[in-house]
């Protein structure tokens, strides 16, 4: 709450614009919904490769993109232009994008994209520090509701007595509580290793995230 809070006060019309400046806000929220959608549907298919992920979403989103440009007249930039900003996408989206998977599958949706949100405010910081721009009371306010909004997800402790009904999966792992598994193969038993793994009936307590593995209704 903390945090939509913080949008709502960055979001909201003030001045000369607040007669005709709902629509942005009403636009962006439908992106946000969209785009939390796509994070939900993203998180079932997060124990995956994420860079295979973050690749083939880029790859789609990216050709979409460009087409759509293309159709209302742009043209290409020149060649030290594109791959310049070709790799910039690279870092600051496509390897974001592959950390943002993998947070999805050890921390869940919500509490990724909470910390995610935090980014503008980090290209914020560096406008105003590094460029000397300026800004209104309204962003510190909102930088102080969203910066909550995370304080609070960082110190919360969940745990409780809770059952991991069984299942097949294959991702990164280590023998931890819960991959007790046998192998057919040789391992030497140290580091963490990949392969299709069987998970039995496990009930036990202990604090945790809705990870790949705690996904139960409470």
């Known amino acids: 709450m903390a945090i939509v809070a913080g949008g709502v006060t960055l979001a909201w019309p003030s001045g000369a614009d607040s007669a005709t400046g709902f629509a942005g806000p009403v636009l962006v929220g439908?992106?946000?919904l969209c785009w939390a959608i796509d994070n939900n549907l993203t998180r079932k298919v997060s124990a995956s490769d994420a860079l295979f992920?973050?690749?083939?979403?880029?790859?789609?989103?990216?050709?979409?993109?460009t087409l759509l440009a293309f159709s209302?007249?742009?043209?290409?930039p020149k060649l030290l232009t594109l791959m310049s900003t070709l790799g910039l996408g690279l870092i600051g989206y496509g390897v974001s994008l592959v950390c943002f998977v993998l947070a999805l599958r050890g921390l869940g949706t919500a509490r990724t994209g909470a910390y995610f949100s935090t980014a503008?405010?980090?290209?914020?910081?560096?406008?105003?520090?590094v460029f000397s721009e300026t800004t209104s009371p309204a962003f510190w306010v909102a930088a102080l509701l969203m910066g909550l909004g995370v304080w609070l997800h960082l110190t919360e402790q969940h745990g409780h007595d809770?059952?991991?009904e069984p299942m097949a999966h294959d991702h990164l792992h280590s023998h931890d509580a819960h991959h007790q598994h046998t192998h057919a193969f040789e391992w030497r038993g140290v580091g963490q290793h990949s392969h299709l793994h069987q998970h039995p009936v496990i009930r036990h307590s202990h604090p945790h995230y809705p990870d790949i593995h705690h996904r139960h209704s409470h």
């Open 120 to 129: 503008p405010f980090m290209g914020a910081a560096v406008a105003l520090f």
């Open 72 to 76: 209302l007249g742009a043209t290409l």
């Open 162 to 164: 809770h059952v991991h």
């Open 30 to 32: 439908i992106a946000c």
């Open 53 to 65: 992920i973050a690749s083939a979403k880029g790859l789609i989103a990216g050709t979409v993109n």
